[in-house]
């Protein structure tokens, strides 16, 4: 067999090809069509939840406050959580900045309060970073 007369791609391997790219457009067309996510904050204190708010009903920027032997003050916005005040000690709850994303939590231990993102689309089982 002389070399010009051999093939670059057989057949097969053409086939092979477009299947992969076919699969690969279908995978990159049904995440793009992908619900969003619709975030809620969830806020425990003592491990009981006292206060589940859907981000997307908040217009702009909203407070509350988390009573308790420490009270917390929880800043929301439409795209994140974050703890503005806390009468804690330690204050690290105030330096976790805001969270974003599903799971993503804000834990003040003195106050026992947790604030969470829980998504309705999430699929996680947990996060590990």
């Known amino acids: ?48 939840v006292v206060r589940r708010v859907p981000l997307s009903q908040v217009n702009e920027k909203e407070c509350f406050e988390v009573e ?5 003050t929880v800043v929301m916005t439409n795209t994140s959580v974050y ?4 009468s804690c000690p330690d204050k690290l709850c105030e330096h976790t900045g805001e969270i974003k994303r599903a799971s993503q939590s804000i834990v003040c231990l003195p106050a026992k309060v947790s604030v969470t993102l829980d998504s309705s689309n999430s699929d996680l089982d947990a996060v590990v970073g």
């Open 1 to 48: 067999m002389k070399k010009r007369d051999r093939k670059l791609f057989a057949v097969a391997d053409i086939f092979i090809i477009l299947f992969a790219v076919v699969i690969s457009v279908v995978a990159l067309v049904s995440q793009l069509n992908s619900k969003t996510d619709e975030l809620s904050c969830v806020v425990r204190v003592g491990g009981e």
């Open 83 to 86: 703890v503005e005040s806390a």
């Open 68 to 72: 308790g032997e420490f009270p917390v």
